[in-house]
């Protein structure tokens, strides 16, 4: 600008040029002011566009994760879903004893060891993104062992279920015969040591089509042995145990036959003893990993036992048991964006692109954002209907009614949080995220839902209002703990560590 003013002719050419660019031009002809904005708007369209391909194609590396996961975690969480439908339909005992079974007994196991089995998804996915392939199949036969030794320790659980119960304040009665399903559910139990690292370990490779298909099969055969068992012979509570029992063993028989009969040639070579390398420094990694996640697991599932201590308890627990289902039916979305953040992230860290990972955080976020807002809205227009899935009783109903629209709102912030947990367990955060969980949810939340609950009398809608209001700060600190990362520090850690883990015992 300041060379086409000085090249004007005459005295008064130097004031000429300070009157130019005080206007903000320095008399430029025409065709140069054109050609300027021209290239100006060219370079804007072509950032735009940019931007716009990037974030298709990491969409599309996402989706590949996502969609079948989605798939898999829904149909799994079905079954379930029919499960429950069947016991709501034997009487509203029947509902309240396997709702307590399978949300608090096998609840609070499956929370402890699907986080576990997440660190997978830090050692698979960051060795998948750094080509040590043949990793993958040790880290998950340490996986294995791993499991299987907690699964043991956590069996007295199950045997004296009824006793806990009690003594958390459930009626004798209510207590008895959800301590008498709890035993038969010992199988399901073992079928998640040996099921969650099959079902990471083929994630972390891309494999998700697997996991997907052999979901769809695992439904089709729990549809038929619930007719069979329960509507045939009439089995009743047992009958309803035995049947999730097969159909998750039959899930995992499916999935191990793929890998060992050659499905995954790369990463899976056998059964090795260099899996017995490392366990101690796998068990602590897995140990951060499921106090993270069952945490998290186990916070709604003590609203259900709080809930057992109000008034007209039977009610209470079966109208939130029909939203904690709701809820954790939607849920499978997130936690499909939880997994595929999780690995996304490893993915490009062991990669040692930081970058990446950033930018796979914010699309993962958003994406999973505007579906928790469809949810939202669905929620909210059928408030007065969606129970209608599982009881005919108008009480129930009526209770469900009422807490819609905090279910509404916990789909929404629930859209956000697995999202963020997904990006600590492909960065490795695991130890940290565990404190933070703690203080938000157990010091924070719990405190506020029994003093809104009980205190301001405002029932089963206090407790879980308070909740929420954990669950938030959760969010809120997990997100400040994202936004400030230095990604290409997070890059330079998940290659030391690869080094380190993969060596050659």
Known sequence: MAMAAGSRRGGDGDEERRVGLLNGHARKPDWQVVAA????????SSSNTKLGRRVWEESKKLWVIVAPAIFSRVVTFSMNVITQAFAGHIGDLELAAISIANTVVVGFNFGLMLGMASALETLCGQAFGAKKYHMLGVYMQRSWIVLFGCAVLLLPMYFFAEDALLLMGQSPELSAMAGKVSIWFIPLHFSF????????????????FVNAAVSGVALCIHLF????????????????????????????????????????????H???????????????????????LCLENWYYRILVLLTGNLKNAAIAVDALSICMTINGWEMMIPLAFFAGTGIRVANELGAGNGKGARFATIVSTLTSLVIGLFFWVLVMCLHDKFALIFTSSAVVLEAVNKLAILLAFT???NSIQPVLSGVAVGSGWQSMVAYVNIGSYYIIGIPMGILLGWLFNLGVLGIWAGMIGGTAVQTLILAIITIRCNWE????????????????R
């Not at 040591?193 to 079902?199: E, G, H, R, T, V």
């Not at 069979?228 to 509570?237: A, E, K, S, V």
């Not at 059964?271 to 993270?292: N, P, Q, R, Y």
């Open 193 to 208: 040591a040996f099921l969650f690292p099959l079902q990471r370990f083929l994630q972390c490779q891309m494999k998700n």
């Open 411 to 413: 789909i929404l912030l």
């Open 270 to 292: 056998g059964f090795s003893f260099e899996a017995l390398a490392d366990i101690w420094d796998f068990v602590k990694l897995s140990t951060a990993s499921g106090v993270m």
């Open 489 to 504: 520090e997070e890059a330079l850690i998940a290659s030391t560590r690869m080094d380190k883990w993969s060596e050659v």
């Open 37 to 44: 904005a021209s290239a100006g708007e060219e370079d804007s």
């Open 225 to 268: 042995v619930s007719w069979l068992f329960i509507t045939r012979f009439q089995y009743g509570l047992v009958g309803i145990a035995l049947t999730l029992n097969f159909s998750w063993w039959a899930t995992a028989a499916m999935l191990f036959a793929y890998v060992a009969c050659g499905g995954c040639p790369e990463t899976w």
